[in-house]
């Protein structure tokens, strides 16, 4: 008896050693048809980070290397769209509302960000996305909002085309842009999609 029930042990163990790396070895798509796992058949890349990876490739986009209030490489623009870029989600800054969460980036957005620069030929340096701090319920939080502090090399509020830069994107669907002499955003462009 413990003979056979040992031997039945090792069969079974054996199959699972086996059965293991061949099924995380093999990406033939229908293998994975069954097991509901998005991250098993990441052929085709989802619009975001499709989106993410065309502004990472934009030489005229830009990014802070740091936060105002905090540091978090982890939450910084650039690092969101590399986060975005390989199918995750984006994290907040610890010191924020959400305080580390991990959030999608709105593909409305994300187009409208990449349109500045390919559409509207604006150089643009990103110093927020979802990291930072702002209003409680700001859209930031939801993956929905960018802000800009650098325009063609101009520091906003420092003779930087903001009114341009602005219009163009609400030309790109941006439901709410704000900018100097509001307030607040006397040093950046909000865009909100
Ligand atoms: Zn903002």
Do not use: F
């Given at each position: 008896?413990?003979?056979?029930?040992?031997?039945?042990?090792?069969?079974?163990?054996?199959?699972?050693?086996?059965?293991?790396?061949?099924?995380?070895?093999?990406?033939?798509?229908?293998?994975?048809?069954?097991?509901?796992?998005?991250?098993?058949?990441?052929?085709?890349?989802?619009?975001?980070?499709?989106?993410?990876?065309?502004?990472?490739?934009?030489?005229?986009?830009?990014?802070?290397?740091?936060?105002?209030?905090?540091?978090?490489?982890?939450?910084l623009?650039?690092?969101?769209?590399?986060?975005?870029?390989?199918?995750?989600?984006?994290?907040?800054?610890?010191?924020?509302?959400?305080k580390?969460?991990?959030?999608?980036?709105?593909?409305?957005?994300?187009?409208?960000?990449?349109?500045?620069?390919?559409?509207?030929?604006?150089?643009?340096?990103?110093?927020?996305l979802?990291?930072?701090?702002?209003?409680?319920?700001?859209?930031?939080?939801?993956?929905?909002?960018?802000?800009?502090?650098?325009?063609?090399?101009?520091?906003?509020?420092?003779?930087?085309?903001?009114?341009?830069?602005?219009?163009?994107?609400?030309?790109?669907?941006?439901?709410?842009?704000?900018?100097?002499?509001?307030?607040?955003?006397?040093?950046h462009?909000?865009?909100?999609?």
């Amino acid at each position: 008896m413990n003979r056979l029930a040992l031997c039945v042990a090792a069969t079974a163990s054996a199959t699972a050693l086996a059965a293991g790396p061949a099924a995380t070895a093999d990406p033939s798509p229908g293998k994975h048809a069954e097991s509901g796992r998005h991250h098993a058949a990441p052929k085709v890349a989802s619009e975001p980070t499709r989106l993410a990876r065309a502004i990472l490739n934009t030489k005229g986009i830009t990014y802070a290397k740091a936060h105002v209030g905090g540091t978090d490489k982890a939450s910084l623009p650039r690092q969101n769209l590399v986060d975005v870029s390989n199918e995750h989600r984006a994290k907040t800054s610890p010191w924020g509302h959400k305080k580390g969460a991990r959030v999608a980036l709105d593909k409305r957005m994300l187009n409208g960000i990449l349109k500045l620069n390919t559409k509207y030929h604006y150089k643009i340096e990103i110093s927020e996305l979802v990291g930072g701090r702002h209003s409680r319920t700001s859209k930031h939080y939801a993956g929905r909002a960018v802000d800009v502090a650098w325009i063609n090399g101009r520091h906003v509020g420092k003779r930087a085309d903001h009114r341009g830069l602005m219009k163009a994107c609400r030309s790109l669907g941006a439901t709410l842009v704000l900018g100097p002499g509001d307030k607040d955003h006397d040093t950046h462009v909000h865009c909100q999609w």
